[in-house]
């Protein structure tokens, strides 16, 4: 059996451009093409390259969630790799950003360290380091 992954991830936001100038400028995730009011791409490293889309929705499919109207996906979490060497300016840039930084938290059964913000759009992004091998 082959091992899946994802191809891509979608944030629900009010407002594109924001949240988009979050990830570029502060996260330093690197856009696909310029943003746009309704839409914003970024790609990530992995193998295959992994995506984080951006938009105001509606999605695919949304009328057909179980959640009540305007909570159609629920809240969304997702962990982004951060090289260890990285990991002390991102948390600066985030902190000068205005946002506050949760964390750090041990994950001793994954040999990792996690720390945790809000996006602009009110998602919990974890930036999460393993440990060196």
């Known amino acids: 059996m082959r091992t899946l992954g994802f191809e891509e991830v979608i944030l629900v936001v009010e407002d594109v451009l924001a949240c988009a100038a979050f990830y570029r400028d502060v996260v330093g995730l690197t856009p696909e ?3 746009s009011e309704e839409w914003a791409w970024f ?10 889309g951006i938009t105001t929705g509606p999605l695919l499919y949304e009328e ?3 959640r009540p109207a305007g909570d159609a996906f629920g809240g969304v979490h997702f962990a982004i790799h951060a090289p260890a060497d990285e990991i002390e300016p ?3 840039r ?3 950003a205005g946002r506050e930084v ?3 938290k041990r994950f001793e059964q994954m040999g990792a360290t996690s720390w945790y913000v809000y996006d602009p759009g009110g998602h919990l992004a974890e930036f999460w380091v393993r440990d060196p091998a």
């Open 33 to 35: 093409s310029e943003a």
């Open 64 to 66: 057909r969630s179980p």
């Open 43 to 52: 790609r990530l490293v992995g193998e295959p390259a992994q995506r984080l």
């Open 90 to 92: 991102l948390l600066e």
């Open 102 to 104: 949760y964390g750090p």
């Open 94 to 96: 985030l902190r000068r």
